[in-house]
């Protein structure tokens, strides 16, 4: 067998690759590795692993964390798990870890981790815009979005309002091949049906009362990109049909036209409604949702990923302070942050504390400047249904805001015809 030196067979390597001993030191790195974390391969060989990639000063199993060493040198696994590394800026990156059994020459084991950075160079912007998370749940999300966004087939995100479906609309464009192209966005919950056609597809010149020139449909502007259909389950039942139309064809004209266009577009979709049940309801197409769905994604919500409520709280006062100092939260106010149930989720959140900054002193806020609604702290046991929980949340804000539904539906962060649909459904007035 012949002898090939380890190093220039892990530099062959396009992704960052690092082999570690029994005792977490780096025996080896690539190039890209050594580029990845901001040195070379030579300054990180002796180095203990947890130290160059979490910053930490302990193994990332005694933090809580699936350890891809211990599964290997404590039970003889070689395992694919999802965490959270930091780069030589002490910038976070979510990384894809694989881990690899490997064997000396005499014998000894060694663990081989290959590195799949889940953003790229989209990260950054996800970041800005609230992608910001470590816990479990949310990195399991990140990395499935990281997945699907490399196909051309239609998507279906699913998630409770405020998750932040738009977000991960966006993640999906940005680590897609048409990441160059646009990425265009409509509130199918937003637009009045008499307009929707017009707004998905288009009109001509006095195709109607009022058009007074020619306007160019989002599914044109979206031409070589991204359109994403946000409250997808709002579309009226009478335009399904010509939606689904131009998504087997890729044809369709402008109200008033005569003339066929093409469009090559790549179709996002989110709902907070279960589509097959609004199938069952009458109120949505079988064929249609087959063509949304083509892979879908469910989006985590807050209280499923508590433990990155106090790194998103801080994220978001940065962002409200405006280049300002931002206002920090005092424990007892996190701990009560983090023992809500969030129907609202990410959205509520940054409702919550966009008030508390208003109103707070000294730049502190404590539990009484976060208005929680009483009708759902503490948080529940996980026995009581979410629909329960909801119109808890939802009657409590009523309560709270005197009956005035713009003011509740700004808290909730969704739209008073959401909300009036959710009143109907709760039976509240």
Same mark, same amino acid.
């Given at each position: ?24 030191? +780096? ?24 130290? %160059?990639? &979490?910053h930490?000063?302990?193994?990332c199993?005694e ?7 211990? #599964?290997?040198?404590?039970?003889g696994?070689?395992v694919?798990? $999802?965490?959270? &590394? /930091? &780069? ?8 894809? +870890?694989?881990? &690899? ?18 953003? #790229? ?10 992608? %910001? ?15 699907? #966004? ?6 279906? $995100? ?26 265009? !966005?409509?509130?199918? #919950? ?10 998905? /597809? ?10 007074s ?5 989002l599914?044109?502007? @979206? ?13 009226p039942?009478?335009l ?5 139309? !131009?998504?087997?064809?890729?044809? /369709?004209?402008? %109200? ?19 589509? $097959? ?10 064929? *249609?949702?087959?063509? $949304?769905?083509? +892979? ?5 919500? =807050? ?9 998103? @709280? ?5 962002? =409200? ?7 920090? =939260?005092?424990? @007892?106010?996190?701990?009560? *942050?983090?023992?809500?149930? /969030? ?5 509520? =959140? ?5 008030? @508390? ?50 003011? !509740? ?18 039976? *509240?007035?």
């Amino acid at each position: 067998m012949p002898t090939i030196d380890l190093q220039d067979l892990i530099d062959t390597n396009d992704q960052p690759f690092v082999v570690i001993d029994r005792e977490y030191r +780096i025996v080896a790195a690539n190039q890209r590795y050594g580029a990845t974390y901001g040195t070379t391969p030579d300054a990180v060989v002796g180095q203990h692993c947890y130290a %160059v990639s &979490h910053h930490s000063t302990r193994p990332c199993h005694e933090n809580g964390e699936q350890c891809p060493h211990q #599964a290997l040198f404590e039970r003889g696994e070689a395992v694919e798990v $999802l965490h959270t &590394h /930091f &780069h030589a800026d002490n910038q976070p990156e979510r990384t894809r +870890i694989r881990g &690899h059994a490997l064997r000396g020459v005499n014998g000894e084991r060694y663990l081989g981790e290959q590195l799949y950075p889940l953003e #790229a160079e989209a990260g950054m912007e996800c970041d800005a815009l609230q992608m %910001v998370g470590q816990s479990s749940a949310f990195l399991a999300c990140v990395d499935n979005l990281a997945r699907v #966004a490399d196909c051309e087939a239609s998507i279906l $995100l699913f998630g409770e309002s405020g998750v932040g479906k738009e977000l991960a609309a966006r993640f999906i464009h940005a680590r897609s091949t048409r990441a160059a192209g646009a990425f265009i !966005v409509i509130n199918c #919950a937003a637009v009045p049906e008499t307009l929707f056609e017009s707004e998905l /597809f288009g009109h001509e010149r006095g195709a109607f009362s009022g058009s007074s020139g020619l306007k160019k449909g989002l599914f044109e502007l @979206a031409d070589g990109g991204t359109l994403f259909l946000d409250e997808v389950a709002e579309i009226p039942l009478g335009l399904q049909a010509k939606l689904l139309r !131009v998504l087997e064809t890729g044809e /369709f004209r402008r %109200v008033g036209g005569t003339h066929t266009l093409k469009a090559d577009v790549r179709l996002v979709s989110a709902t907070n409604r279960r589509l $097959l049940d609004e199938v069952d309801e009458k109120r949505f197409r079988l064929d *249609l949702y087959y063509r $949304l769905a083509g +892979i879908d994604v469910d989006l985590p919500p =807050l209280r499923e990923r508590r433990d990155d409520i106090p790194a998103l @709280a801080t994220f978001l006062l940065k962002r =409200l302070a405006g280049g300002r100092c931002a206002c920090s =939260l005092d424990a @007892a106010a996190l701990a009560a *942050l983090q023992a809500y149930e /969030f129907p609202g989720n990410v959205r509520e =959140l940054r409702n919550l504390l966009q008030r @508390a900054v208003l109103t707070c002193r000294d730049g502190l806020i404590r539990t009484v400047d976060l208005h929680l609604p009483t009708a759902t702290v503490p948080a529940q046991t996980g026995t009581q249904p979410l629909a329960e929980v909801e119109r808890a949340h939802i009657h409590g804000l009523l309560v709270a805001h005197a009956g005035h539904r713009s003011r !509740v539906a700004t808290a909730l962060g969704i739209t008073e015809r959401t909300l009036y649909r959710k009143l109907k459904r709760y039976g *509240l007035r």
